[in-house]
């Protein structure tokens, strides 16, 4: 079983800064891709982006190029998404997950993790 616990969420003002973590258990972790997506109050869960096994290729939504990184370190067992430039519009929560394709499909999810709110305020 493989379980993931984000953190990092929070209120920040728009033009802020924000980086959320994700640890991931299991010693099977350089073996999986990585994914965020978030969702926001009344719409669907949507991608943000996804780093392949070995981190050597990155993949993002339009919304977020060019503000949102996303990186991994092994040895740590851990998934980073930093977010610059926030706007009001990247209010979500977070969801770090694990897939069974380097995809940006939800349905490429094998497990998720339970989530982490940001808040950004106008």
């Known amino acids: 079983q493989v379980q993931l616990v984000e953190s990092g969420g929070g209120l920040v003002q728009a033009g802020g800064s924000l980086r959320l973590s994700c640890a991931v258990s299991?010693?099977?972790?350089?073996?999986?891709?990585m994914g965020w997506f978030r969702q926001a109050p009344g719409k669907e869960r949507q991608f943000v982006a996804a780093i392949n096994w070995n981190g050597a290729n990155t993949n993002y939504a339009d919304s977020v190029k060019g503000r949102l990184t996303i990186s991994r370190d092994i040895a740590k067992n851990t998934v980073y998404l930093q977010m610059n430039s926030l706007k009001p519009e990247d209010t979500a929560v977070y969801y770090c997950?694990?897939?069974?394709?380097?995809?940006?499909?939800?349905?490429?999810?094998?497990?998720w993790g339970q989530g982490t709110q940001v808040t950004v305020s106008s």
């Open positions: 299991g010693r099977t972790f350089s073996r999986y891709n």
């Open positions: 997950a694990t897939l069974n394709s380097y995809s940006d499909s939800p349905a490429s999810v094998l497990y």
